[in-house]
């Protein structure tokens, strides 16, 4: 596909479990980041990925969340023993080099914890 | 810390009606401010990029300036199909490549 494509776009789980979302990045983008928006917020920053370097984590909540990225391309993020404040969605973000701004955005994975 | 701060958080216009929305920010070294679009159950789209005080970009109704505190996003004559948030994004070297996000505009024109 031409864009960022995020799956699943919905995800309803029981508070305890754990999900993992993932993200394709445009083809050829080295950069790749996670944000979480909650409800009327903003974004907040979780995980940047820039080709082989050791991945910017500083936004990570807790020890529950976590990420990958494999061959410089697919990402994973996982969220282990969900709880209720988890519920948000996640979004996906790549573009050429993360010295520039200009992110090109998936259309989130809705995690609902109930 | 970098903060960004966007106002109002919401905005009712009547078609037509010209207006500004706010960034302020506090960064240390500012590599590049910008401006994103985005619509209900959308990811955010990239509009502008602004990278020093004085710079304007423009893009049909919509125009970005930028000082050395703050940024603004000037609607003219907008249109219902300009509704949407507009969010705004600083990113500093000290920050890494990481942007930080404001709150972020509700726009509503009404027709």
């Known amino acids: 596909g031409a864009g960022v494509s995020q799956s699943p776009s919905n995800k309803v789980t029981e508070k305890g479990k754990d999900v993992e979302l993932r993200c394709d990045p445009i083809s050829g983008h080295t950069a790749l980041y996670w944000y979480r928006q909650s409800l009327g917020q903003g974004l907040e920053f979780l995980i940047y990925f820039q080709g082989n370097s050791a991945p910017d984590k500083s936004g990570l909540p807790s020890d529950r969340f976590s990420a990958e990225r494999t061959g410089g391309s697919v990402s994973t993020l996982t969220i282990q023993r969900t709880q209720q404040e988890d519920s948000a969605v996640y979004l996906c973000a790549s573009t050429f080099s993360g010295a520039t701004g200009e992110l090109f955005f998936g259309e989130g994975s809705r995690l609902t914890v109930l | 810390e970098d903060q960004v701060t966007q106002s109002p958080e919401a905005l009712r216009l009547q078609e037509g009606e010209s207006s500004s929305l706010n960034c302020s920010y506090t960064?240390?070294?500012?590599?590049?401010l910008f401006w994103y679009r985005q619509d209900p159950g959308k990811g955010p789209e990239f509009l502008f990029t602004l990278y020093s005080a004085g710079e304007e970009k423009e893009k049909e109704r919509l125009k970005a300036t930028l000082t050395k505190k703050e940024s603004f996003l000037h609607i003219t004559a907008p249109k219902p199909e300009d509704s949407a948030t507009y969010l705004c994004?600083?990113?500093?070297?000290?920050?890494?490549?990481?942007?930080?996000f404001g709150g972020g505009t509700r726009v509503l024109v009404k027709p």
């Open positions: 960064v240390s070294g500012l590599r590049g």
């Open positions: 994004a600083v990113q500093a070297p000290a920050a890494g490549n990481k942007l930080t």
